[in-house]
């Protein structure tokens, strides 16, 4: 293998490898965007249980669930 054919394959392996970083990078984000979104959902569905139950609350309070 002469130079122009050893940093043509050095070449190409760089560019393997920086592909695969970028991939796993690209994999990562899109993990934690989907946390965050399910982080997202979650306390959404917290607010809103809390919500009801001091509804609820005030319902009774009030004399509204009899």
Avoid at 2 to 31: F, I, P
Avoid at 46 to 58: D, I, P, R, T, Y
């Amino acid at each position: 293998m002469d130079n122009s054919q050893s940093a043509g394959y050095q070449a190409g392996q760089a560019k393997g490898q920086a592909q695969e970083k970028a991939s796993n990078l690209m994999d990562h984000a899109s993990n934690a965007a989907q946390s965050a979104k399910e982080s997202a959902q979650n306390a959404g569905e917290q607010m809103q249980q809390k919500a009801q139950g001091a509804a609820e609350s005030v319902k009774n309070a009030m004399g509204g669930n009899k």
